[in-house]
Nanobody
Framework: QVQVVESGGGLAQPGGSLRLSCTASGFALSFWAIGWFRQAPGKEREEVGCISASDDTVYRQDSVKGRFTISRDSAKNAVYLQMNNLKPEDTAVYSC?????????????????WGQGTQVTVSS
């Protein structure tokens, strides 16, 4: 069974940190590019960033650059989104997705498998 699952969400105070995990069953994430997405209440989903099969990373939102880091642990078949210095505007449902790892690209144009999402709430 092919499945992607996010975990690690929860409530954090402004300035705090959370680490989200993206794990897979049925296939190895190490052979896929992984994207992180978020959708805030009342807003469209946006891509936070991605990590390629060769572990190159791209961060697409200026608001997260320098605060968020995407990394991979192939031994655990997991990709992580480390979020530091959290702000209330980071509140959203965060999802990960796996897409084809084509040579010469970092973020896939298309994602094949999506997780169900994990809620991140930043509030004092």
């Amino acid at each position: 069974q092919v499945q992607v699952v996010e975990s690690g969400g929860g409530l954090a105070q402004p300035g705090g940190s959370l680490r989200l995990s993206c794990t897979a069953s049925g296939f190895a994430l190490s052979f896929w590019a992984i994207g992180w997405f978020r959708q805030a209440p009342g807003k469209e989903r946006e891509e936070v960033g991605c990590i390629s099969a060769s572990d190159d990373t791209v961060y697409r939102q200026d608001s997260v650059k320098g605060r968020f880091t995407i990394s991979r642990d192939s031994a655990k078949n997991a990709v992580y989104l480390q979020m530091n210095n959290l702000k209330p505007e980071d509140t959203a449902v965060y999802s990960c997705a796996a897409g084809p790892a084509f040579s010469g690209t970092i973020c896939p144009r298309h994602y094949n498998y999506w997780g169900q999402g994990t809620q991140v709430t930043v509030s004092s």
